[in-house]
């Protein structure tokens, strides 16, 4: 009997943490839920929890979802009904449309019994997403490294420890990833980039020996945070108040809204901290989650 619907647990992601612009990733356990059920009626339909979202935008994200895995996986389209459920806030950085697309396209796989593997599956939702720093992390767990070599998808998956803590300030405003990505430049000087390449390199041989005490200092980004900064001012306070209060350091997650530190220690110190500088948000303490999606029947 063919299965008529499944669920998609999808793990929130946040990405560049740091330089590592459109490159580093890293699951967080902050969840959204796709549910998607074949239907009689040729089409698709979206039913979305979260009130924060656009549902003719959404509707448009998983229809092209949705036809690029029917052109991939050479199955023959079928209606389906998808609803979208979870904590993953719209707009904060922290990867709600790759949760939505990977979700989709993980339970596509299963419905229409494709077999794609996770790495086909990261090539699928790496096209859609135009980066693949937020759908590696979401697929595979951990913290990630990945980028397109040839024509593929690289990635490379390390586990994080759970002592280690992403103390994760999101604020009550969202930042549009179309206009924060207009704020970096298109060139860079030398030294910039070479600081970039440093400082990519060095976070990425800190997570892959789990040396986060190494992390510190690491952070001071000079590609996009400066650029972005000017969406929220506060961005700057916030990861020093975090670091005075035990944080090892700190970032903008993806474009922002959101701005995480990292700490193995007093994590509700760092938390107070951070809100303190932007008391208008909500914080979370949040570990990594080292599995991906998973399917929920």
């Known amino acids: 009997m063919k299965t008529k619907s499944v669920t998609v647990r999808v793990p929130a992601s946040t990405s560049n943490l740091g330089s590592g612009f459109d490159t580093l990733g ?4 902050l969840y959204n839920r796709v549910q998607v059920t074949r239907v009689a009626d040729y089409g698709l339909s979206v039913g979305l ?6 549902a003719d935008r959404v509707q448009r994200m998983l229809s092209e979802a949705a ?3 029917f052109r991939r996986s050479r199955r023959k389209m079928f209606g389906i009904a ?3 459920t979870g904590d993953v806030p719209v707009g904060r950085g922290l990867g709600a449309s790759a949760t939505a ?13 494709a077999r794609l593997s996770r790495q086909q599956l990261l090539e699928i939702v790496s096209e859609l997403e135009g980066h693949p720093d937020n759908a590696s992390p979401a697929i595979f767990g951990g913290f990630t490294v990945s980028g397109p070599v040839s024509k593929t998808v690289r990635c490379l998956s ?5 002592r280690l803590k992403f103390v994760t300030l999101i604020p009550r405003f969202e930042i549009s ?9 298109s060139t860079f000087s030398k030294a910039d980039a070479v600081h970039s390449l440093n400082r990519a390199a060095l976070i990425t041989a800190a997570f892959a020996s789990a040396n986060y005490e190494s992390l510190r200092g690491l952070f001071d980004d000079r590609v996009h945070q400066p650029h972005r900064e000017r969406l929220i001012p506060q961005l700057s306070r916030v990861i020093r108040a975090g670091e005075k209060a035990s944080a090892v350091g700190g970032f903008l997650s993806g474009s922002g809204s959101a701005i995480i530190c990292l700490t193995s220690a007093k994590p509700e110190a760092v938390a107070q901290a951070m809100q303190r500088q932007l008391p208008d948000s909500e914080v979370k303490v949040l570990t990594a989650d080292n599995r991906g999606f998973m399917l929920e029947f």
């Open 101 to 113: 697309r990977l979700g989709l396209v993980a339970a596509l796989n299963e419905l229409s019994r």
């Open 49 to 54: 929890s979260n009130p924060e979202a656009n």
């Open 82 to 84: 998808v609803k979208v």
């Open 177 to 185: 990833t179309e206009h924060a990505r207009k704020l970096v430049p």
């Open 158 to 162: 390390f586990r994080v420890s759970s």
């Open 67 to 69: 036809s690029l895995f």
């Open 26 to 29: 890293l699951a967080l356990k």
